[in-house]
């Protein structure tokens, strides 16, 4: 290998007696990062709503950015000029960036005028074993994403941790489609790792590379991307598809194919975990370090926001408050009674309710505000509990 451990590591501090939930910390070369752990992501080089202040302030260790986005716009040679997406958006601390393998392979299920098979799905993406192939919706130029390219677009993203090229698997793909997918995968990921190696040789930062397991709730299949990773030496591990998050129960049985094979050495990164605090539990309880979801500040701006169990919040409600109902349209106390953020130490729930009724631009900052710091303090907690040996008391009280 072409790193040292002064340049990446992984260390558990603490492990709960009771589940796989783990007190770790990763090591990177812009910082540590305290897990389990929340990742805002920050699509184009920023969190939607938010500057970066704001996502210092929410108590963000980590943000995550989308590779196939940035290539897009603004393109490589101005996120070049800056050093990387960190420097561009003013970020001081550790980064992750994703493949582009998600986008490209969803890129048919992106116009509601599309048909599946079409000449249309045809002419914005075609995925061989070469890459894929694609029109850019800023300017309608080709592009081509293989593996390797994916690999030099996050060296000049430079990002502390980075994905494998991968072709996730979709509840709708057919048979063969799944087949092909998977075998894609194998391959594309052995080549990432390839240009990886090769790529790190020169840098002065080095990039820890996860490998990335597929496989939907196939057991064997999960297990062989597993074993796949393990044998091959990536740094780290992420699992996909859109078995994480589409639902807790679905992401625990998804976690559960490989749980006994994750090494005390190696984090592991769910790639777009959701289901708010419950999704977080079933992850963390399985070993899972980081994770990033886009919905925490989605929902934030349809007026969708978190509340602790002292607030009313359940596993029915989903620990969420709907602001633009009219119950809160005359409330004087904030969203949340505990909650140190920004917003709730600022404003009435009466104020974000006029807000995002309104559709004021101010509306989705706050909102989003209270979003990225309640699951940042949730992560807290988590830690808190796992340190103290109490972590069966907190999940008990959510």
Known sequence: MYYSYMDFSFQIKAKDKKTRARLGVIKTPHG????????????????????????????????????????????????????????FMKWDGPTITDSGGYQVSFLRTQGKELVVGSEREAEIVKITDEGATFRSYVDGSKQLITPERSMEIQSVL?????????????FSDSHKKLTDSIRRTFLWEERSFKAWEEIQKKRKNFQALYGIVQGQLDRKVRRGFMQFILDTGFPGIAVGDQTIGVDPK???????????????????????????????????????????????????????????????????????????????????????????????????????HHLLVARELSGFRLASIHNVHFMNDLMERIRQSLENNDFQVLKKEW
């Open 32 to 87: 540590e990062i305290q897990t389990p752990a929340y990742t805002p992501v920050a699509t184009t080089a920023t969190v939607k709503a938010l500057d970066t202040e704001d996502i210092i302030q929410s108590r963000s260790q980590v943000v995550l950015a989308n590779t196939y986005h940035l290539l897009l716009r603004p393109g490589l040679e101005v996120i070049k000029e800056f050093g990387g997406f960190a420097p």
């Open 158 to 170: 430079n990002a502390d941790i980075i994905m494998a090229f991968d072709q996730p698997l979709a």
């Open 250 to 352: 679905i992401t625990g049985q998804a976690l559960d194919t490989i749980v006994d094979m994750i090494p005390d050495d190696k984090p592991v990164h769910a790639l777009g975990l959701g289901g708010g605090p419950e999704g977080v539990f079933e992850a963390v309880i399985r070993g899972v370090d980081t994770f990033d979801n886009t919905s925490v500040t989605r929902i934030a701006r349809s007026g969708l926001l978190y509340i602790y169990p002292e607030d009313g919040g359940t596993k029915k409600n989903k620990f969420r408050l709907d602001v633009t109902k009219k119950v809160t349209s005359n409330k004087k106390q904030a969203i949340s009674k505990i909650c140190q953020c920004y917003t709730c130490q600022n404003y009435s729930a009466a104020y974000l």
